[in-house]
């Protein structure tokens, strides 16, 4: 059926009707645009008038937004057309903290275009399906089933071609250019830290802020500033210069498979923190049993199992850890959550209190309000020995995702069943993120975004909103998220 009706209708329209109702795809039909009777010379007009207002850095998505906002019903390869042939075309230089975009799809990942057919060598003629590891059915509490992507080139019109032009220069001869130790040094030189083992990070965004970098326009940084020194204990909790508590804890994971596997030339770690009163007893002072605790009951929580912890006195907390109908000494957190059945689990200190009085929730497949990640993003440093490869020192990106608002599962199928509908309804209007550089972007279930990268001299800057809306499709729309 979808090969039949190519021809006519978007196919990634027509993967969606066939299992979503009848009644959007009519709906659909009934827009369809009748170009024809739009003159160019008027359209032109338009288009001259939105890019002087825009100062001149609006992209032809942008204007196509623009104009269908308007009521114009006209293809997007036409205004690029106009637009390209009237000196109105894209501008290439884009500021950090400006809105217009040279990739608007930049959140639809390369890894989408990645090849499934091989042409030539042992494998010549065979396909293989690298799709699968992003496109897939979620499980609840997410209910993206983005599986027929697996199958599926269809795309919004504008990412129809691959926008990700950068990654198909041939950098061998750079490469051959410069000397190992060369790329040793560099990659070994620490970036992150000052030698006093603060964070260079904390200087540069607590100094008055260069304007690029302020989206509000307030003189100050108002988005997080990294205040983790990768200064592990033998239980993977950070340590400020001081010897303090951060809060951040290192954990072991998998690494998700051709994002972060050293094959692909990088590595990576994760980095967890829970909001304060996770970290602390009743009376509001920090515990480091506590938080282990509540550590350990938020592990439970996502993996949907029984975590072993070492042995604590329930006394303490009032709370039977391990279900076992006393209050005595627990050796593990054991999973039994059904709260239609009465079957709850709870958190111990002062976020057992809060989860009380509503303040914060707790469900299987979600983490807490107020819960942080830090993930660096690092080079190869080939350290040889046990290790082999290792993290470089150098980092080439500090990601960041805060959990600030709170989505019960009927919240979440209905931002599901609506990023469907969107797509059925407007195949090929492209995703917004709100936020701006400093606070993050927002993916829509509560977690907001934000990064920094390395610049030309291998200094952290603040991401782009465009670098950001690269992190948000595989943030958001997911079935394997
Ligand atoms: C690393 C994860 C990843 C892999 C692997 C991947 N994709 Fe994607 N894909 C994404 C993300 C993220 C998006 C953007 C989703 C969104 O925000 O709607 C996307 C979007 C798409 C879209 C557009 C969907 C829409 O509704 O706009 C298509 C089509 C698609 N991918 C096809 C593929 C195909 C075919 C493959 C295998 C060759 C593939 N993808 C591999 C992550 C991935
Ligand atoms: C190609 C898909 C993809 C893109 C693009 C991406 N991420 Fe991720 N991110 C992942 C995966 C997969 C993990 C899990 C860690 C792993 O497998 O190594 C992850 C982990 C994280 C974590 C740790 C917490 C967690 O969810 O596991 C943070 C924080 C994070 N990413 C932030 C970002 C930011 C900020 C950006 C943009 C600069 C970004 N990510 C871009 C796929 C992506």
Redesign the pocket.
Known sequence: MIRRCRQEYPVRLMCRCLNVSASGYYAWQDRQPSSRSLDNDRLLERIRSIHEDSQGVIGAPRMHEDLSAEGETVSLNRIARLMASNGAADETVVSLNSDAMLNPAAYI?P?CYTQTRDDSGAFAGKSSNPCFA?HNMGKEPNYTNDADLQLTYAMPAFAQKNNWSNLFIDRRPEIAGIADEKILNYVRQDNYHETDGQVVLQRVLNAPLPAGWDANGDGKWNGYIPDAYFNFDGIGFDHAPDGSYTGWRAFA????LG??WPTNGST?D?L?RLAPAFREKIDGTFDLTTYTVNLAIVQAMIQRQNVPIAAVDERIFGVDLNKDGQIDTATQITYDWAPTEGRNMQYVGLAGEQLAQGQVHIAAGLYPEGTE???TVRYLDPVGGEVGIGMSARMK?V???AKRGWNNFAQLKSYADGEVLEDMRFPDRLRRFVGNIET?LQNGTGWT???F?EDKQGDLRP?SKE??Y??????SALGVS
Do not use: K, N, W
């Open positions: 990942p890894q992003c994971y998998a690494p998700f994002t972060f990576d994760v967890i990640f830090i993930h990106e990601r960041y995702a993050g975004y934000s990064a990268i991401q670098e950001l690269a992190c948000m499709g595989c943030h």
